[in-house]
């Protein structure tokens, strides 16, 4: 039996004026497979690109996409990136005001959560590396490692903010407020090395004065 066609997500393979965006969707757009890792992952970073530039009714499209393109079979190297697409879909909801589909989104991971049961004081530690993560990002120098210290960062923030408050084990553990403020810092760091720099200025040409003759005193 021939295997289904894949579909790409239109919203890859739309028109793109950012340069950043246009390079990354047409990468992954010609590659993408729901069925490997990378590909859900990179969408999820397209994702949060579109936050970043204010284009949450975009990115909760795809990142909804990128959810449903992937059924828990056991393989947690694939469920781990579709995981980060629900509940960036889950916030963007919760957001717009559409709370049942928040909570449907976030049922995915009720059932299959994403992460195994740690004690309290593991569990804080892998939460407290999300702003951990964002403080060495702003420290990068290179604009591409800043967005991924900032991508690291605001999946691991936003899958426990998310998540917490469903049910899980560690709802009492996390502190959601300080969640969404590593998840703002993020963003802002984000959307300043997404920023689209203008071409560089070329300098203008300096005038030499010529040189005046030297005088020479006149021979008596």
Same mark, same amino acid.
């Given at each position: 039996?021939? #295997? ?13 004026? +950012? ?29 949060? /690109? &579109?936050?970043? &530039? ?21 393989? +947690? ?6 995981? *980060? ?7 963007? #909801? ?8 928040? @909570?449907?989104?976030?049922? @995915? ?22 702003? #951990? *993560?964002?403080?060495? #990002? ?20 936003? /899958? ?5 408050? +469903?049910?899980? /084990?560690? *709802? ?18 984000? @959307? ?20 005046k003759p030297s005088s020479k005193p006149r021979s008596q």
């Amino acid at each position: 039996m021939p #295997a289904a066609p894949v579909v790409v997500p239109r919203e890859l393979t739309a028109r793109e004026s +950012h340069p950043i965006v246009a390079k990354a969707k047409a990468t992954l757009a010609r590659k993408f497979k729901p069925t490997r890792s990378a590909a859900i992952d990179g969408g999820v970073t397209i994702c949060w /690109y &579109l936050v970043a &530039l204010d284009r949450g009714d975009e990115a909760r499209a795809l990142a909804r996409q990128l959810g449903a393109a992937v059924t828990f079979d056991g393989n +947690h190297a694939l469920w781990s990136p579709a995981a *980060d697409a629900l509940c960036l879909a889950a916030r963007l #909801a919760r957001g717009a005001r559409a709370a049942n589909e928040a @909570r449907a989104l976030v049922q @995915r991971l009720v059932d299959n959560p994403a992460f195994a049961v740690m004690p309290e004081r593991d569990l804080r530690e892998w939460v407290g590396r999300a702003a #951990a *993560d964002l403080a060495d #990002a702003r420290e990068e120098t290179s604009a591409t490692w800043a967005r991924n210290g900032a991508l690291a960062s605001l999946q691991r923030a936003c /899958y426990f903010r998310e998540t917490a408050g +469903h049910g899980f /084990y560690y *709802d009492a553990w996390i502190e959601t407020a300080a969640l969404d403020a590593v998840i703002a810092g993020g963003l802002d760091l984000l @959307r300043t090395h997404l920023a689209v720099k203008g071409p560089k200025a070329k300098p203008k040409p300096t005038s030499k004065a010529k040189p005046k003759p030297s005088s020479k005193p006149r021979s008596q």
